[in-house]
C-alpha cells in the first residue's frame, strides 16, 4: 500500500518561509512523478511543483517561480517544498502526490497523480 505523509505546515505573516516534507513508501524511484499541489477554499487543486525522478526535471507553477523549490532525499524516502517570501495567496491546503506511471506532461494535473497525501495547511497573513 502506497503512502505518502505530508508534514511542515502552519501559519506565517507575508514574505516568511516554511518547509513542507513528503515521506514516501517504497523506493523513491518507483515513481516516475512526484508533485506538490495546493487547494484554497472553493478553488480547484492545483499544481504546485511537479519532479520527474527519472528524467530530473522539476517543473513549477509560474506562481511560485523563485520562491518555492521542490528537493529531494533518496535516501529518506522524503520530498520537500521549501517556500519563501510566502504570500497571502499561497494560504492553501498542500498535498504531495506521486505516480509511477511513465508520462511526462510537465506540471501535470491532479489526473496525472494516482497516490496522494492527507495534505497539510498552510496559512499566510498579511
Known amino acids: 500500500q502506497v503512502q505518502l505523509v505530508e508534514s511542515g505546515g502552519g501559519s506565517v505573516q507575508s514574505g516568511g518561509s516554511l518547509r513542507l516534507s513528503c515521506v514516501v513508501s517504497g523506493y523513491f524511484y518507483t515513481y516516475n512523478l512526484m508533485g506538490w499541489f495546493r487547494q484554497a477554499p472553493g478553488k480547484e487543486r492545483e499544481g504546485v511543483a511537479t519532479?520527474?525522478?527519472?528524467?530530473?526535471?522539476?517543473f513549477y507553477a509560474d506562481s511560485v517561480k523563485g520562491r518555492f523549490t521542490l528537493s529531494q532525499d533518496n535516501d529518506k524516502s522524503t520530498m520537500y517544498l521549501q517556500m519563501n517570501s510566502l504570500k497571502p495567496e499561497d494560504t492553501a491546503m498542500y498535498y504531495c502526490?506521486?505516480?509511477?506511471?511513465?508520462?511526462?506532461?510537465?506540471?501535470?494535473?491532479?489526473?496525472?497523480?494516482?497516490?496522494w497525501g492527507q495534505g497539510t495547511q498552510v496559512t499566510v497573513s498579511s
Open positions: 519532479l520527474y525522478t527519472h528524467y530530473g526535471k522539476t
Open positions: 502526490a506521486a505516480d509511477d506511471r511513465q508520462t511526462y506532461t510537465g506540471l501535470g494535473t491532479p489526473a496525472d497523480f494516482s497516490y
